[in-house]
């Protein structure tokens, strides 16, 4: 059983937040980290807590390739030695590696805590069908469609800061209910992943597609699917399908 949290951040010059709501509960946590609030231990006991639940997962959109990344240090230190401006520091290598042939992105063997990205999922990192957040508010019909109040790179007061605060949460409302527009394609993924003892989760359908045929091909001609030195290519006749 899986306990699954929609989380979203913010990241400024001067202003960090990080929000979580747990799907099923409803329970919230607001983080803020500023000159003049620090909510940085209580994020690390926050992400502490969730690394001993068994079953916890953060849940979020285009969060392995950005949240994520910015969380990381926070969840690996439990808050010690982090602060808004470490935070504001790791989203501009996320920027910055956008702009250059590579992207960054932590390991997959060194994340912490699962994550759930629908934005893989619903495969909208395709180039062709890439939407933003915002252009799913508009599809779900959405009371209310947001923007960033301030342009990145801003240093805020705290009344703009609080202002801040409340479009991160609408983010996170909206994407908790995207999880909940999601979920029977997330409970598809969740039941091959325990059926078959690899990772499915955050595939796109035609991904699933792909790694399941190398597994059936695999199962019947191991190595078949890889490429070996000095090995030599299999050729299957009309009747020689391996399943």
């Not at 992400?47 to 949240?67: M, P, Q």
Request: glycine share 6%.
């Amino acid at each position: 059983m899986f306990s699954d949290w929609v989380y979203d951040l913010e990241t400024y010059p001067n202003w960090f937040e990080a929000q979580f709501i747990h799907t099923v509960t409803g329970e919230y946590h607001r983080f803020t980290c500023t000159p003049w609030r620090n909510d940085m231990p209580a994020l690390g006991a926050h992400v502490a807590r969730l690394r001993r639940e068994s079953g916890s997962r953060l849940v979020g959109f285009n969060n392995i390739g950005f949240d994520y990344y910015v969380l990381h240090p926070v969840i690996e230190s439990g808050g010690v030695g982090c602060d808004y401006y470490t935070c504001y520091r790791r989203s501009q290598e996320v920027f910055a590696a956008q702009r250059g042939p590579y992207g960054v992105n932590v390991k997959p063997w060194e994340v912490l805590i699962p994550q759930v990205d629908l934005f893989k999922i619903h495969h909208l990192d395709n180039r062709a069908k890439n939407t933003s957040l915002k252009q799913l508010q508009f599809a779900m019909r959405s009371e209310s469609v947001e923007d960033l109040p301030y342009p990145p790179g801003t240093d805020l007061t705290p009344e703009q800061v609080e202002e801040g605060s409340a479009y991160c949460f609408h983010d996170v409302t909206e994407t908790l209910k995207f999880y909940w527009h999601s979920k029977g394609l997330l409970d598809f993924r969740d039941a091959l992943s325990a059926k078959y003892g690899r990772e499915f989760t955050n595939h796109n359908d035609t991904k699933i597609g792909k790694d399941f045929f190398i597994m059936k091909l695999e199962e019947r001609q191991p190595g078949i699917c890889f490429e070996f030195e000095h090995a030599r290519p299999h050729v299957y006749a009309d009747d020689d399908i391996p399943f």
